[in-house]
């Protein structure tokens, strides 16, 4: 078996995956730099190593590295070496990812968590082949293909200075994005019955006999949040919690941490938004215990929110709880950005969301061009 077979697991036959195939394919040969774009668990390393397997380096060095699990030094020691007496314990010089993976492929995964400085460097790598070790003067000379991987919106954060732009425009020769798997219907049992023969085959049973009709609706229906890293887990779980291999597998448990047992010390957000009045739901606890009931005067024209308005009991049924959640949600996002100046990271802060999530929120409602851009 070739080191490819080995190491690729790309299953599939809905369109949009056959779409991806089609693009890996085409790509992998070329020496571009490429940027894989997906959420957690859609297999972004599984096409990393496929670009490099089919691609002309694939008898040359294939090296990984997330770089999110190290600190910026640590990032930077670990891509670029270092220079004997760099920093305390440097006794000698040490050869990075980059030297490493000379005339081969390096996957970066999680670029995004990367700082300013990292990112510089990335650049001179990509437009001029070279860098210098931590500690050193002299430039070393390296031809790495890079393939870079995210589950962030890379332009969005450009567009905020948290990325840099001009690296953005030389990671994005080509954008491979991967479906999620609720968007891969079709995949969904062919990747189920795979895992579970695999696992079967781990446990050492002579057989797996498939699934229960119920157990196929379970998977199919299902949202997959955790996409193939989360299918895998419920698979193999549901097989090696079966009795009977010459049963076929009737249990599908979703949520392994789900028990009449589980500890409830801390309040799960949930549990704070289902403690709300349904009308606003959405909103958790926190966040709405710091707004006053009294309705003080308009913000930059802002009208403020009035919960206690909003809590009292005397609305008239029927009503859109869809409408009226996001009513409620849109006039407090625009009383906290104009009590925080159209700062969108006070704004983050002041309603208790990262500022990614805010940028997400200001998206879904179209806010985004009513406020300064201001994010200092």
């Given at each position: 078996?070739?080191?490819f077979?080995?190491?690729?697991n ?9 779409e991806?195939l089609?693009?890996i ?6 020496n571009?730099?490429v ?11 599984l096409v ?16 990984k590295?997330?770089?999110a ?5 640590l ?5 670029f ?5 760099a920093f305390?314990?440097?006794?000698k ?9 000379n ?48 589950n ?6 450009a567009e ?7 690296l ?23 990747l189920a ?10 446990l050492e049973m002579?057989?797996?006999s ?5 157990a ?28 009977n291999p010459n049963l076929?597998v ?11 047992y ?10 704070r938004i ?11 606890a926190?966040?709405?215990s ?6 003080p ?13 909003m809590?009292?009991p ?5 009503v859109d ?5 996001q009513?409620?949600e ?9 009590d925080?100046q ?7 802060e ?21 406020t300064n851009?201001n994010v200092?």
């Amino acid at each position: 078996m070739s080191r490819f077979q080995q190491q690729d697991n790309l299953l599939g036959q809905s369109n949009n995956f056959l779409e991806v195939l089609e693009q890996i394919s085409q790509i992998a040969p070329l020496n571009k730099p490429v940027l894989i774009i997906g959420e957690r668990g859609t297999g972004k390393e599984l096409v990393a190593a496929r670009l490099h397997f089919l691609s002309k380096r694939w008898e040359q060095t294939y090296l990984k590295l997330n770089c999110a699990a190290l600190n910026e030094s640590l990032l930077e020691s670990e891509l670029f070496g270092y220079e004997a007496g760099a920093f305390t314990g440097a006794s000698k010089r040490r050869e990075g990812r980059f030297e490493t993976a000379n005339n081969g492929t390096l996957f970066l995964d999680e670029l995004a968590n990367t700082s300013g400085m990292i990112q510089e460097k990335l650049l001179r790598v990509i437009e001029y082949g070279e860098f210098e070790r931590v500690g050193g003067s002299r430039s070393v000379k390296v031809d790495v293909r890079i393939v870079a991987a995210t589950n962030e919106d890379l332009p969005s954060l450009a567009e905020s200075g948290e990325f840099r732009a001009d690296l953005l425009d030389r990671l994005a020769f080509d954008v491979i994005t991967l479906p999620p798997l609720r968007e891969r219907k079709e995949d969904i049992m062919m990747l189920a019955e795979q895992f579970a023969i695999n696992m079967a085959r781990e446990l050492e049973m002579e057989l797996f006999s498939g699934f229960t009709e119920k157990a196929r609706r379970t998977l199919l229906e299902y949202h997959w949040p955790g996409n193939i890293r989360e299918l895998k887990n419920v698979i193999e779980r549901a097989v090696y919690r079966s009795n009977n291999p010459n049963l076929p597998v009737h249990q599908i448990i979703l949520d392994p941490f789900e028990s009449i047992y589980r500890p409830t010390g801390r309040i799960k957000t949930q549990d704070r938004i289902s403690s709300l009045d349904p009308v606003s739901t959405g909103v958790t606890a926190n966040i709405a215990s710091r707004i006053e009931p009294s309705a003080p005067a308009p913000v930059n024209g802002v009208a403020p929110v009035n919960i206690e308005a909003m809590s009292k009991p005397g609305i008239e049924f029927p009503v859109d709880l869809k409408e009226l959640s996001q009513n409620y949600e849109v006039n407090l996002i625009k009383q906290a950005l104009a009590d925080s100046q159209f700062n969108q990271k006070k704004t983050a802060e002041k309603l208790g969301l990262t500022y990614h999530q805010l940028r997400g929120y200001l998206k879904k409602y179209n806010l985004l061009e009513q406020t300064n851009e201001n994010v200092d």
